[in-house]
């Protein structure tokens, strides 16, 4: 179907160039005719008693010689016109050029152009759309980063007065550790996206137990499910995986402690490691909040957190990540949702 499309407007092109350059020649040769004959008529132009041959030659020759003249000159009146389609999409590339993503063209008519048009269109938007995230993304990290930074000075000031007491010196002296943890751990994670966004080939293969790797990450992250007495529930088949142990692990970490942070004290969340015909799937899932149509469409977006209120500790970088090192591996994340039902993060991998 997309061939025979295809040649459909390719001939929708060839044929408008066609009937174009027909349409001058045709004008042209009347014109230059009507223009002969009119000088024929007011005596510009004799015709030869003597031989018809020579006559037909001398007509033939004034009317090549006015058609010469006369053909350029229609060629690029008319042309002027039909080449306006193509100086607005100049135009509006011009436009991108400068930085307006928001220019559109709309040509009608000839297939080619309007496919030109449509194609046009979605690039704007689409650009438009990274324009978008590029600046969400420099707002947000600027805003993420200088938070601690302002109350890492704020505090250090403090620490200055002489007339602190002890317990206030340990309680401001506590924050700041505690501010430099956030920074470093934001660095950290901006590097590790950073990486992973320029890796095109995951080195370092080799084979390990999945099922081990995320009992080990459970084991890692029980202080926080333990302090909120929450209780797992696993179900791991299992299996062997030939991949990077590290970066596999990454995917575990970042989305049990997302079960962990959003669950309500003393609940459930539930592991689900399971080998399929041809992939490997493993379901987590929480009875924490829930996300709504539009938090889902952007939760794997760079710094961007559902919870509005900075509730929660994060910076919006763990997903990401998530979602990335899962690309790198061949394997899909999807996530269901509803507000108030908890959240499923499904990832499936290749054998």
């Known amino acids: ?39 024929h008529n007011v005596g510009m132009f004799h015709a030869r008693d003597d031989s018809h041959a020579d006559n037909v030659n001398d007509f033939l020759l004034l009317m090549i010689g006015i058609c010469v003249i006369l053909g350029p000159a229609l060629t690029g009146f008319f042309s002027r016109k039909a080449l306006n389609p193509i100086r607005r999409v100049i135009e509006a590339i011009h436009k991108v050029s400068e930085g307006d993503f928001k220019v559109k063209v709309d040509i009608k008519g000839i297939s080619e152009l309007e496919e030109l048009s449509e194609s046009f269109n979605k ?15 420099i707002n947000n990290f600027s805003h993420e980063f200088k938070t601690p930074i302002v109350s890492l000075r704020g505090f250090a000031k403090l620490l ?12 401001y002296l506590d924050i700041i550790i505690t501010e430099s943890e956030r920074l470093s751990e934001l660095s950290t994670n901006v590097l590790n996206l950073s990486k992973y966004e320029t890796l095109d080939i995951v080195t370092d293969k080799e084979q390990f137990r999945l099922d081990e790797q995320i009992r080990r990450t459970l084991v890692i992250l029980e202080p926080k499910w333990s302090k909120k007495d929450l209780y797992i529930d696993v179900e791991l088949d299992e299996i062997l995986y030939d991949g990077n142990s590290d970066l596999i692990q990454q995917i575990w970490i970042n989305l049990l402690d997302n079960a962990i942070k959003f669950s309500p004290a003393a609940d459930t969340i539930k592991i689900r490691l399971e080998k399929l015909s ?17 938090t889902k469409d952007h939760i794997f977006d ?50």
């Open 278 to 294: 041809g992939s490997i799937r493993v379901a987590i899932r929480d009875n924490g909040i829930g996300m709504d149509e539009q």
């Open 302 to 351: 760079k710094f961007y957190q559902g919870d509005l209120s900075h509730a929660k500790t994060g910076y919006g970088l763990g997903l990401a990540i998530v979602r990335r090192i899962v690309q790198l591996c061949g394997g899909t994340i999807e996530v269901q949702s509803a507000l108030g039902e908890g959240s499923t993060f499904t990832v499936s991998l290749p054998e």
């Open 160 to 171: 200055k007065d002489g007339d602190l007491t002890e317990a206030e010196r340990q309680e």
């Open 123 to 137: 690039m704007t938007l689409e650009l438009s759309s990274i324009e978008t995230l590029r600046s969400d993304f």
């Open 1 to 39: 179907m997309k061939r025979s499309r295809f040649a459909r407007w390719k001939w929708s092109l060839t044929l408008s160039l066609v009937l174009f350059v027909f349409a001058v020649l045709i004008v042209t040769m009347i014109l230059g005719g009507l223009i002969v004959f009119n000088m």
